[in-house]
């Protein structure tokens, strides 16, 4: 079983660019999150999809993101435009249940990297 | 606020020696899940080891253990007879319907 992937793996942009990430989440997984780790800090959430809806966007941290999942299948997170504390690792992970309790499968991640 | 706090940025432990990494968290909850996950170097989270907050017994995966102490809201990972490929970052977290995630522990293994 494949497991979740996550394009690109690095993206360096200027200031002010857009760049869009791309997560595809474990086959028949309907749970699809998306967190952020800035260097040397926590690993935080940015928010949680349950096929295609939105189910808690709380952690998105301002209208410069843009999340979707159309189709309930990949989802992407565009940053337009990108600003210098953007940067950080953003990681995407996949759960089958629709219960809390179930684990998380993460992606590798992709480091985004604004100058 | 549900917080978690990992001490220890960095730890490092010789080849078959066993090592302890620390991780405290703040919440109201009584119903709740702690996991440890793993990265090693330029690879993918794992999951290491899950406790449920309501079991008394603590979780056990092969060399991997943890200590969970609930009213000292204490939940500390135990490598037994540590091995090169124990070396990565290791991340504590919370879940109630979403992951709260501690700062990391980098562990380096000496041969």
């Known amino acids: 079983e494949a497991g979740v992937t996550q394009f690109p793996s690095h993206s360096v942009i200027e200031k002010g660019q857009t760049v869009t990430l791309r997560c595809d989440p474990i086959?028949?997984?309907?749970?699809l999150y998306w967190y952020r780790r800035v260097m040397g800090k926590e690993i935080k959430f940015l928010l949680h999809f349950v096929k295609e809806s939105k189910q808690d966007e709380s952690g998105m941290p301002n209208n410069r993101f843009l999340a979707e999942r159309t189709g309930g299948t990949y989802s992407t997170l565009k940053v337009q435009p990108a600003e210098l504390e953007d940067s950080g690792v953003y990681f995407c992970a996949s759960s089958q249940a629709l219960v809390w309790t179930d684990t998380q499968y993460f992606g590798p991640g992709t480091r985004l990297t604004v100058l | 606020a549900q917080t978690v706090t990992q001490s220890q940025p960095e730890m490092s432990v010789q080849e078959a020696e066993t090592v302890t990494l620390s991780c405290t968290y703040d919440t109201s909850e009584s119903d709740y899940y702690l996991f440890w996950y793993k990265q090693p170097p330029s690879r993918q989270m794992i999951l290491v080891i899950r406790?449920?907050?309501?079991?008394?017994q603590n979780a056990t995966e092969n060399r991997f253990s943890v200590n969970f102490q609930k009213a000292a809201k204490s939940f500390s990972l135990k490598i037994s007879d540590s091995q090169l490929g124990d070396a990565a970052m290791y991340f504590c977290?919370?879940?109630?319907?979403?992951?709260?995630f501690g700062t990391g522990t980098r562990l380096q293994v000496f041969p």
């Open positions: 406790q449920e907050a309501y079991k008394q």
């Open positions: 086959s028949g997984h309907d749970n």
């Open positions: 977290a919370y879940n109630t319907d979403k992951l709260i």
